[in-house]
């Protein structure tokens, strides 16, 4: 398994802390021991800056039997010189490698000097449980980044959630957790984009509740007036009957489509189990189509060479197709025709329809927008139909793993494609 960038923060993270506790640790002990004298040299320099002390505070007279201490025969080359270089104590050196300058009481200039290469004495060694302390602060720091670096976005994801199961569906979190390109920072993609999805899911669930009372309420308005009329005539009015049998006729189709599109949406999978020649129901499709179109001296034409044999939802098919044709037949312009065709790519297996209508066409904004529940042009108000039917066939396509979308036909109308892979036989 490939190592997740986390895993890299995690190993990097604990690497650098350790190390870091180590370096510093080792850092102090060098920094401390370097140039430190060897004990004899630093008793050697305690006693030269306990005398430098006395001369500067009392004198010569008061610091000379110090002094002959320090600048003893056997004690190293030492000597204390005045300012014309008189010997006061000890021999003196043939080179000068120290130098130590001296001022009396009373403004008088000595220096001690030395042929050994005498050196201050450093901070003392530090204690053995230092580099333990060190480590358990750096630990201490470390944890406490990792602590906040891991706990804040899970926090602010756990907010999130909390907001999103309150109501809030328009909470997102992604911004809030930086430029994170981890784990933590896809889980705040896919946080968002389940958020945007339930706010899609659920305006369109309120706006399809609001569409179905306005549908529902139209027909039955006007059989309840039709119902009236008819209670209080006392002659027979068979217009009137008849207006009532096609009010229900249209609330029950309008049901029937709501049923249709409810159970596609659903998510239900509909069994793929009937082999279908797509090209030959496209044909049958076609004839009805064209019958119909002649009522307004239009006509439907079809060019499909070939066949098309995939394991289908015949039903479903049939309706996606027959809704998108139907609906091509509708708006297109009294006295033309309505083109299908159809191509097949033997390389991607794929069947690609296209069906080209002279309507009115659609606005470039509002392509996606057909295959919304109820959706309709503002110019096709007077038009019959409730807007379920590119709806359903957008689903029923989408059930057989296909796409259909939507594009303006070159000199006007709507030009809908659709494209549909093949299934082949499972062998069972």
Known sequence: ?????????????????????????????????????????????????????????????????????????????????????????????????TVIPVTGPEGQRFRFVSADRLQHLGPPRPNDLVPVAIGAVVSVLFSLFLAWYLARPLILIRDGLRSIGGGQLSTRVRHLLGRRKDEIGELGDDFDRMASHLQKLIEEKRRLLHDISHELRSPLARLRVATGLLTQSRDPQPGMLERIEREAERLEGLIEEILTLSYLESGSDKPLTERVDVIELLNVIADDADFEASSKRCAVTLEAPGQFVTRVSGELLYRAFENVIRNAVKYTTEGTTVRIS???????????????????????????????????????????????????????????????????????????????PRWEDSGD
Do not use: C, Y
């Not at 190390?19 to 004990?39: E, I, K, Q």
């Not at 001369?55 to 201490?69: C, F, M, N, S, T």
């Not at 409730?386 to 709507?414: C, E, F, K, Y």
């Open 1 to 97: 398994m490939k190592p997740s960038p986390l895993f890299w923060k995690f190993f990097i993270a604990f690497w650098l802390a350790i190390t870091l506790s180590f370096f510093v640790g080792a850092a102090l002990f060098r920094f401390t021991d370097h140039n430190r004298p060897d004990p004899k040299t630093a008793e050697r320099m305690m006693s030269i800056d306990h005398s430098r002390r006395v001369i500067e505070r009392d004198g010569i007279e008061v610091a000379r039997p110090l002094l002959d201490w320090v600048t003893r025969p056997g004690g190293g080359s030492l000597a204390l010189l005045d300012s014309n270089d008189k010997v006061i104590a000890g021999q003196r050196p043939d080179q000068f490698a």
């Open 342 to 420: 159809v191509a097949v790519d033997t390389g991607s297996e794929q069947l690609a329809v296209d069906i080209i209508d002279q309507g009115p066409g659609v606005p470039e904004s509002m392509l996606d927008d057909i295959f919304l529940p109820f959706k309709r042009l503002d110019s096709q108000q007077t038009t019959e139909g409730v807007g379920l039917g590119l709806a359903i066939a957008q689903r029923a396509i989408a059930v057989h793993n296909g796409h259909i979308s939507a594009s303006q036909a070159t000199g006007g109308g709507l030009h809908v494609t659709i494209r549909l």
